[in-house]
């Protein structure tokens, strides 16, 4: 667990891995962003402005607010140990909640219900009030639909009254959206992005694998299976302690690019494959943020790739600035650049250096694709293209095998088998368990860092 003191507040470092020299008429530059957060070092004496260090200045509220939303629909009850456990997972998370956090229990089904504190309002964490949410979730049953958008509005509502640094929502359902539109939860999800984080988990195989991750990929989360009922509250104690680890909120990847340099893509490369490309907002004429959630101690990768103008050998240009933007919340000041990196591009009629590809953006080129072949391959195989389910899937056993992703290898085994990794060569398994195809494509995004 972090140390909240004010001493302990996060420091944000940001190193660039790229080949910046490039052919005569060489025009894409790539790089992969490394940032890394650590919560030991000191700003000065002074708190970072959305952290829990500033939280616990004078006259701050508590720095961090949790929504448990859990799935109360009639399919919790089959079989009956589902409900159950869905009510001792979240009681667990209670439990591993900080002192001072405030948090509300949401129960969901066709409708949203904020079962505790209720009437709107946000419990502060300490045994007593742990101890009547508990109480609480004994008294949840199982019954009627799902509308999955309406149970993160009613979070978004409760987190948005408090003043917290960190704002952060948990989700668990066991079916399918059915009893709303997906243009509704498409709308929920678009309202609540960038106001709360969210990690959403799946309980048993009858939920969407789509709906489930299009929550985590929106609101910054995590999102995963649980198969088995009964790994639940070990489950939902390692998100609350990972949510209570979180020590600065709405960090920004911004990217200043010169005229002429266009963008052409940002995706965070690990420990997930996410596109943020189309989540810039702009900052100014020549930069513009992308969202990069909340962070405690740890470390990202992004993958940047811009373009160019076309350059005479020799000639050398800044083709973008990364740096790690924090917003002042009260919006009085201008935000707070945390730490930055240099992309370059230099032109050379050096062949060697020009054809030589960084490590770094060689192993997360092949991640994403990685990420992709498998959504391909049990797409295909779910349309009866069995030749061309075999061919992405054997590609994803190739590209695994080759970067060292050993958790992804073996969830891709219990899907084909694999007759030659190295080549790609495998064979569709006749018979596959659902819960072990959800898996594959749940967790296919999950990357491994660079072999060193």
Wanted: glycine share 10%; with cysteine.
């Amino acid at each position: 667990m972090a140390n909240f003191s004010k001493s302990n507040v996060p420091q944000f470092s940001v190193e660039v891995y790229q080949n910046e020299f490039l052919p005569e008429g060489g025009r894409e530059v790539n790089a992969i962003v490394t940032v890394t957060s650590t919560g030991g070092g000191t700003t000065g004496g002074v708190p970072l402005p959305g952290t829990s260090a500033a939280a616990d200045a004078p006259g701050r509220a508590a720095d961090a607010a949790v929504v448990l939303m859990v799935d109360c629909s009639g399919s919790m009850d089959y079989p009956p140990t589902k409900m159950r456990n869905a009510r001792d997972a979240t009681a667990a998370a209670v439990d591993t909640l900080r002192e001072g956090t405030r948090f509300a229990v949401v129960a969901g089904t066709h409708v949203a219900k904020d079962v505790y504190p209720g009437n709107g309002r946000l419990a502060v964490a300490d045994a007593g009030t742990k101890a009547q949410a508990k109480e609480a979730l004994r008294r949840l049953s199982a019954g009627g639909g799902t509308a999955i958008g309406s149970w993160l509005r009613l979070a978004d509502r409760l987190l948005g009254a408090a003043d917290a640094g960190i704002r952060h929502g948990i989700l668990l359902t066991d079916g399918r959206n059915e009893h709303e539109a997906p243009e509704d939860l498409r709308a929920a999800l678009d309202a609540c992005a960038g106001r709360f984080t969210c990690d959403a988990r799946g309980v048993g195989t009858d939920w969407d694998v789509k709906e489930v991750t299009s929550v985590a990929s929106a609101l910054l989360g995590t999102a995963d299976i649980v198969a088995d009922p009964s790994h639940l509250a070990a489950d939902f104690t390692r998100m609350m302690e990972n949510a209570m680890g979180k020590e600065v909120a709405d960090v920004a990847l911004r990217l200043w690019t010169p005229v002429g340099v266009e963008i052409r893509f940002v995706k965070q490369v690990a420990p997930t494959v996410e596109d943020l490309t189309g989540r810039r907002t702009e900052a100014s004429p020549r930069a513009g943020d992308y969202p990069t959630g909340s962070w405690g101690d740890e470390s990202r990768d992004y993958h940047v790739c811009v373009r160019v103008p076309e350059a005479g050998i020799g000639r050398e240009m800044l083709a973008a600035r990364a740096s790690l933007i924090l917003p002042d919340p009260t919006g009085a000041a201008a935000p707070q650049v945390l730490s930055q990196g240099l992309v370059r591009a230099v032109w050379t009629d050096d062949m060697v250096a020009s054809t030589s590809i960084n490590p770094q953006v060689a192993h997360y080129t092949g991640q994403a694709e990685l990420a992709q072949v498998i959504q391909q391959g049990l797409d295909a195989r779910k349309s009866g293209d069995f030749d061309g389910a075999t061919a992405k899937l054997g590609r994803a056993v190739q590209l695994a095998s080759a970067s060292g992703n050993e958790e992804t290898a073996k969830l891709l085994s219990k899907v084909v088998d694999v007759v030659d990794a190295a080549t790609g060569t495998v064979r569709l398994k006749v018979k596959v368990a659902e819960a072990d195809e959800m898996t594959l494509e749940t967790r296919s995004t999950k990357t491994v860092r660079v072999k060193k």
